[in-house]
């Protein structure tokens, strides 16, 4: 079967160990939508069929992004849970499908590779990525000081940015995660 360059793009990013694999399901698709040549959209549902994140009409795609110095001491179950559980700056999705797509580090200070991450969530339909708390908390960890550039980077490509996961950032942001800092007057 004959191939786009889009299509022999997308089968170059899959790992060679799986490529015969994958070249097999990605024809046999294209041939059960009747199509001649492979196509860029076909390769990508296939992709995206293998790695458990089919299209759904109505379903939102959700990654988080975390910080990965705090990703040496956290293991994430807060963002995780919160997720699960439609909590915290989770429960704008109630009651709507969604699935959490992606759960990545920024790469280190200045976020370097969010942006890259980013764009390769986009082409499987990720429509918002959540900073993760610990990026934009005073303690007990320090505040990201690249918070702004990594959203703008993210934003950039058409996704939508969230601040938080699992506290409600505002409220905490210059004071102790876990109380209200009281006057010492």
């Not at 390769?43 to 109505?58: D, F, M, P, R, S």
């Not at 040496?72 to 909590?87: D, T």
């Not at 900073?131 to 934003?155: G, V």
Request: with cysteine; charged share 35%.
């Amino acid at each position: 079967m004959e191939w786009k360059d889009k299509a022999l793009k997308v089968l170059d990013e899959v790992p060679d160990f799986v490529k015969p694999i994958a070249r097999k399901a990605i024809e046999k698709m294209a041939e059960e939508h009747g199509m001649k040549k492979v196509t860029e959209e076909i390769a990508l549902k296939v992709k995206a069929k293998y790695l458990g994140i089919e299209e759904g009409e109505n379903k939102k795609k959700i990654a988080i992004v975390r910080c990965d110095i705090v990703s040496e001491v956290c293991p994430g179950i807060g963002c995780l849970q919160a997720y699960e559980n439609s909590k915290e700056l989770f429960e704008r999705y109630t009651g709507k499908d969604t699935a959490l797509v992606g759960f990545f580090t920024c790469g280190g200070c200045s976020g370097r590779r969010t942006f890259r991450l980013a764009n390769n969530l986009k082409r499987y339909g990720v429509d918002a990525i959540h900073m993760s708390s610990c990026m934009l908390m005073e303690e007990p960890f320090n505040r990201c000081i690249f918070k702004e550039d990594i959203k703008k980077s993210i934003e950039a490509l058409g996704i939508e940015v969230v601040e938080g996961t699992h506290h409600e950032v505002g409220k905490f942001a210059l004071g102790n995660r876990f109380h209200e800092k009281k006057s010492t007057k």
